[in-house]
């Protein structure tokens, strides 16, 4: 009943019959645990928590409590607090693909590049086929200043997944930041073709264009979206009213304006906000 309600988007419905459950239930240590994981599920991660400490309070040898508790501190932003649990598991444990992952986005976002790296590369390593390490590497190697050898992992990923559209995006981060706008066009044009649901993959085919002058392109972009996604993670509505103060070139024929270095590391800086919006 309380994923019924939860389908239904009546959350407040959806905590009452949790509170009754976990009075019936006692507290026990299944219950809280399905409950944290379903409330997690509909992200609303504060009582997922409160779920998940419970559960670990009953089975204080449980590590999947311990994981699924360090997962929903990554999803609120408190990246002490989801290293700590995670740290806590036994060492076969943090081998895991899943845990491996989770660990390297952590190390990144608390700056501790080259652990995230290294983690990423282990992951790779026992994973080849998964896509989204190779991106995390990727951009943990591009904000770090290694172009080439963020280069040559985007490659080794889409040599394995060719059809990756996060892959794809990420070699459209690579050529803006190298100061290639036609391949940067492409490549993120395929990403919305390939996952059009997407947010962040019309976001940064949609910033692109402004950036580089095309503002003409960017309405093309958001309406787009729209049309693919009515009920998306973009705030269409308010960006096309910036946009509508903003005069559109009347030669929409010409080329993308270059972009200097700073606006191509300030370009780096907003996709990986974009990554970062979507936790």
């Not at 060492?91 to 990423?120: C, H, I, N, V, W």
């Not at 993120?188 to 059009?196: A, G, Q």
């Not at 085919?205 to 392109?217: A, E, N, P, R, S």
């Amino acid at each position: 009943m309380a994923e019924a309600y939860l389908k239904l988007g009546q959350a407040e419905e959806a905590k009452k019959i949790a509170a009754r459950l976990d009075k019936v239930s006692g507290a026990d240590y299944r219950t809280a645990l399905g409950l944290g994981v379903l409330l997690a599920r509909y992200r609303m991660y504060p009582e997922a928590i409160q779920h998940f400490q419970m559960a670990l309070k009953a089975d204080r040898a449980s590590n999947e409590a311990r994981y699924n508790l360090a997962n929903a501190y990554y999803q609120v932003g408190d990246y002490r607090r989801a290293l700590e649990f995670l740290e806590q598991l036994p060492e076969q444990s943090r081998k895991d693909d899943t845990t491996l992952s989770l660990l390297g986005d952590l190390y990144a976002r608390l700056g501790r590049g080259p652990e995230a790296a290294r983690t990423f590369q282990q992951a790779i390593s026992q994973s080849p086929d998964k896509d989204p390490n190779y991106l995390s590497l990727a951009l943990i190697q591009l904000s770090s200043g290694e172009i080439s050898a963020a280069e040559a992992t985007l490659r080794q990923g889409l040599a394995r997944t060719p059809n990756s559209g996060k892959l794809l995006w990420g070699m459209g981060i690579l050529s803006v930041v190298q100061g290639r706008n036609d391949p940067a066009e492409e490549y993120f044009k395929k990403c919305t073709d390939l996952i059009p649901e997407w947010p962040t993959s019309h976001a940064a085919l949609g910033i692109f264009y402004y950036v580089t002058g095309q503002v003409g392109k960017v309405k093309e972009t958001l309406n787009r979206y729209q049309e693919l996604s009515p009920g998306g993670g973009l705030n269409v509505k308010r960006i096309q009213e910036i946009l509508a103060n903003t005069p559109v070139s009347e030669d929409q024929s010409s080329e993308p304006k270059p972009l200097s270095l700073e606006s191509r590391r300030q370009f780096l800086q907003l996709a990986l906000a974009l990554l970062e919006q979507e936790s």
